[in-house]
Nanobody, 115 residues
Framework: QVQLVESGGGLVQAGGSLRLSCVAS????????MGWYRQAPGKQRELVAA???????NYADSVKGRFTISRDNAKNTVYLEMNSLKPEDTAVYYC?????????WGQGTQVTVSS
């Protein structure tokens, strides 16, 4: 089992910035991918950004150039730096970790961007 604890969400004005953090603990060996998803009210959960253990990144088109994902493998932590936030970025953001046979989710952290 892997436990994920997220932090860093909150309320911010459009154009502002937030930094999300997610710390993994437990059976953290062989974590392949760490990433972030989000779910807005009435919408499906969608990938925001992900990073493999080799450092390869993948971003949703809607956040490219504004969001940056990074990992600190020594701290088992993944970060999401969010800049130039827009009201449409408002959602619950979930940390996600993938191992070979398992996927884990954090409890979610609310990000609200006011116009």
């Amino acid at each position: 089992q892997v436990q994920l604890v997220e932090s860093g969400g909150g309320l911010v004005q459009a154009g502002g910035s937030l930094r999300l953090s997610c710390v993994a603990s437990g059976n953290i060996l062989s974590i392949n991918v760490m990433g972030w998803y989000r779910q807005a009210p009435g919408k499906q959960r969608e990938l925001v950004a992900a990073m493999t253990s080799a450092g390869t990144t993948n971003y949703a088109d809607s956040v490219k150039g504004r969001f940056t994902i990074s990992r600190d493998n020594a701290k088992n932590t993944v970060y999401l730096e969010m800049n130039s936030l827009k009201p449409e970025d408002t959602a619950v953001y979930y940390c996600n970790v993938k191992q070979i046979f398992s996927t884990y989710w954090g409890q979610g952290t609310q990000v609200t961007v006011s116009s």
